[in-house]
């Protein structure tokens, strides 16, 4: 099931990316129950703990912002 799902949000790729403003990754994970889409930042959480912490947040509320609607859409 969850494969399913990911290959419905793989076939709206193009428009996430576009509308998300960056590429992300997208790990299908064949030999795993789970997928994943994912967006990295280098860094050092002891050295920059608070600009990671932004940012971990801008992401979060750009990926509920992108993929909420798609996600309750999918079959």
Do not use: T
């Amino acid at each position: 099931e969850g494969k399913q799902y990911i290959s419905q949000l793989l076939s709206q790729k193009e428009e996430i990316e576009n509308q998300i403003g960056y590429p992300l990754d997208w790990q299908r994970l064949e030999d795993k129950k789970a997928s994943r889409i994912v967006v990295f930042k280098n860094g050092s959480i002891e050295e920059n703990r608070q600009e990671l912490m932004e940012w971990l947040f801008q992401k979060a509320f750009e990926f509920h912002k992108v993929f909420s609607p798609r996600i309750h859409n999918l079959k």
